[in-house]
C-alpha cells in the first residue's frame, strides 16, 4: 500500500484529519475510508439524515465551443445533442471494440458543457475526449474546483436554508448557487440511490463550504468505506471492478444510457458489438446476488452453478447494512441471470448458496 505522504489530497486534506478520519489511498489520493463513528454508523446516518462526503477527487471538466454535445457525441452513444439546458446526464465512454472506457457524468450548462470524470480514470477520459474534438471545441480541465456529495433524506433540510434554489431541482437538475458566500454549481445527483446533491465548488473555498454543510443539523461526515456499500445496496457500478474496457453496455445492464437517437444512428464507438449484442444476447450479463445467511461473499469470488461449473465471478460484494445482510453482484453466464436462479459462490473454498436478485437492494429514493 502506497504511503499517504506521497499521495495527492484534496483541499478538505486537513479538515479530514481534523475530524480525526483514517486515511488511506485511493485512485492516487490520500481519501477519508472512514470518520471516528466507523463504516457502519457512517452508512446508517446517510440513510436515515445526511451524509457529506468528499469526491474532490474526481476530475471536473468543461467543453467549450458550438457543437461540443454533437462533438461528445463522437465518444459516447449517450444522447447530449437532447440534453436540455439545466439538465444532467449519465453516460459511458465506450471503445471501437464495444467496451466501457469509462463511466461519467455530463451537464449543459447553456453556454457550455460540464463534465464529471473518475478519479482512476480522468486523464485518460480527457485525452481520449479531447483528441476527438474538432477545431473550435476545446476540453478545458478544472483541477482548481472541489466536490462534495451531500446525501440522505435530511439533505433537502440541510440545504433550504442555505440555497433555497438548489433544493428546487428535480433529479438530475443542475444550477448555479451561492452557499454561505460560496460559489457553486450543484446537481440533484449522486451515487447512494438517496435525495442528495453534488456540489462544485472552488478549491480554495471548499473547507468553508463543507463546514458549514457540517454544521446543519443532522449532517454528518462519511468516508469512501460507507460510500461503497450505499453505491453497492443501490446497485450502482463500480469502473474498475463492475464495469471495463471488457464489459459492453448490454453485457453491464447498461443500455439504458443509450440514447433513443443514437440506437437508431448506430453512430457511436463500439455500435456493431452493442447491436449485436441487444439482437443475439450477450453471453453474460450483470445481475445482483444474496448470498444465503451472514456471511458476505467479495469481489472475485467464483460463482457456480448448483453442484456444477464455474458460470461467472463476483465483481462487488460485503454486507449491506440497511438491507441486514450479505449482497453482490457480479456476470453470471446469460442462462443463469433470470432472478430467483439458485447458484453457488465458492468462498474459501466451500460452496456458499446464493440466487440472483433484483437490483437495487434498497430502493432508490431520488427526488422525482
Not at 500500500?1 to 489530497?9: G, Q, R
Not at 457512517?42 to 474526481?58: I, P, Y
Not at 461473499?297 to 460484494?317: F, L, M, N, V
Amino acid at each position: 500500500m502506497a504511503d499517504t505522504e506521497s499521495l495527492l489530497t484534496t483541499p478538505l486534506d486537513s479538515l479530514h484529519r481534523s475530524l480525526g478520519a483514517r486515511m488511506v489511498p485511493f485512485a492516487g489520493y490520500a481519501m477519508p475510508v472512514q470518520y471516528p463513528a466507523g463504516i457502519l454508523a457512517e452508512h446508517l446516518h446517510t440513510r436515515a439524515q445526511a451524509g457529506l462526503f468528499d469526491v474532490s477527487h474526481m476530475g471536473q471538466a468543461e467543453i467549450l465551443g458550438d457543437g461540443a454535445a454533437a462533438a461528445l457525441e463522437r465518444v459516447t452513444p449517450a444522447d447530449v445533442q437532447g440534453l436540455k439546458p439545466g439538465r444532467q446526464r449519465y453516460g459511458l465512454l465506450t471503445t471501437e471494440a464495444g467496451g466501457i472506457f469509462d463511466d461519467f457524468m455530463v451537464a449543459n450548462l447553456g453556454d457550455r458543457l460540464f463534465l464529471v470524470a473518475n478519479a482512476s480514470r480522468k486523464a485518460e477520459d480527457f485525452a481520449l475526449i479531447a483528441a476527438a474534438l474538432p477545431a473550435g471545441v476545446t476540453l478545458q480541465p478544472l483541477p482548481d474546483r472541489a466536490l462534495l456529495a451531500l446525501q440522505g433524506p435530511g439533505a433537502a433540510a440541510a440545504l433550504g436554508g442555505l440555497a433555497p434554489a438548489l433544493t428546487a431541482l428535480s433529479f438530475m437538475g443542475v444550477a448555479a448557487a451561492e452557499i454561505a458566500g460560496v460559489p457553486v454549481l450543484a446537481s440533484r445527483s449522486g451515487y447512494t440511490g438517496e435525495d442528495g446533491w453534488e456540489i462544485s465548488c472552488p478549491a480554495e473555498q471548499a473547507e468553508t463550504l463543507a463546514k458549514t454543510l457540517l454544521a446543519q443539523p443532522g449532517v454528518a461526515p462519511a468516508g469512501l468505506g460507507a460510500r461503497d456499500s450505499l453505491r453497492l445496496e443501490a446497485g450502482l457500478c463500480l469502473y474498475g471492478s463492475d464495469i471495463d474496457e471488457t464489459t459492453s453496455p448490454v453485457e453491464a445492464a447498461l443500455i439504458w444510457t443509450l440514447g433513443k437517437r443514437r440506437r437508431m444512428a448506430w453512430d457511436f464507438p463500439g455500435a456493431e458489438r452493442v447491436r449485436e449484442e441487444l439482437a443475439n444476447g450477450p453471453q453474460r450479463l450483470r445481475v445482483g446476488l444474496k448470498p444465503e445467511g451472514r456471511q458476505p461473499a467479495r469481489g472475485h469470488t467464483p460463482i457456480h452453478a448448483p453442484g456444477g461449473a464455474q458460470i461467472g465471478e463476483i465483481t462487488s460484494g460485503g454486507f449491506g447494512p440497511s438491507l441486514g445482510g450479505p449482497m453482490a453482484m457480479g456476470y453470471v453466464a446469460r442462462e443463469h441471470a433470470a432472478d430467483g436462479t439458485a447458484l453457488e459462490l465458492l468462498v474459501r473454498g466451500k460452496p456458499l448458496p446464493a440466487r440472483v436478485a433484483p437490483m437495487p437492494f434498497i430502493p432508490h429514493r431520488y427526488a422525482r
